[in-house]
């Protein structure tokens, strides 16, 4: 449906608005009942999406905000969906490397780690935890039908399981993982991933 984006049109929302005002700027309601602000621009192949946040985490005005930015980068030839990629991948590359070296400084031994798993185009895949972070990705590579996809791994070092649990289930609702199914609201591909539950 196309219509404007308000408070008061997602009040009764039920599946997806194209704002009338912003083009590709959307809300949709999510199978777990909350309403997702996101931004679609390109078509085909290209077709890309960026998801701006949760209804109660943002509000209205301040998604339309965010959405009007992208489009106005689209409407500069950019690409804000790779440039959000790229940005949160160093970010998180250089946090990985200056913990390994604390705890290499400290002479720590990590209890638990945190993985993230990444196509060649950039997406995040998978987040997971494992006491054994190389011994699980060689049960991804058997096991997730995602397998073939899986071009980068990156793997944070935790010194208790219980923050490594809690970085992955924030990671899962803030990075929105495409083949995670616990704590990701925007999808359900429980079929994806049982063979890799089933042996966690």
């Not at 959307?26 to 078509?43: D, E, H, M, T, W």
């Not at 409407?75 to 160093?90: F, G, Q, V, W, Y």
Request: hydrophobic residues 40%; aromatic residues 10%.
């Amino acid at each position: 449906m196309r219509t404007e984006i308000t408070t008061k049109s997602i009040s009764y929302l039920n599946g997806r608005i194209t704002d009338t005002k912003i083009r590709g700027f959307i809300a949709r309601r999510l199978r777990s009942g909350k309403v997702q602000f996101g931004f679609a621009y390109g078509s085909g192949q290209a077709r890309r999406w960026i998801t701006i946040g949760l209804l109660g985490e943002i509000n209205v005005a301040e998604a339309r905000r965010r959405a009007e930015k992208y489009a106005g980068q689209v409407s500069d030839h950019r690409d804000p969906a790779a440039e959000l990629k790229s940005k949160i991948s160093t970010s998180i590359e250089s946090r990985f490397i200056e913990k390994f070296s604390r705890f290499a400084a400290l002479k720590l031994n990590p209890a638990c780690y945190l993985y993230r798993q990444y196509g060649i185009d950039g997406d995040l895949l998978y987040v997971g935890i494992s006491l054994e972070p190389l011994r699980r990705q060689n049960r991804h590579m058997n096991f997730a039908n995602w397998r073939s996809n899986i071009f980068r791994i990156l793997i944070e070092p935790f010194e208790t399981r219980e923050e490594a649990l809690e970085a992955e289930r924030v990671a899962i609702r803030q990075e929105f993982p495409k083949f995670n199914n616990v704590h990701n609201g925007r999808r359900s591909t429980i079929e994806e991933i049982a063979a890799v539950i089933a042996k966690k």
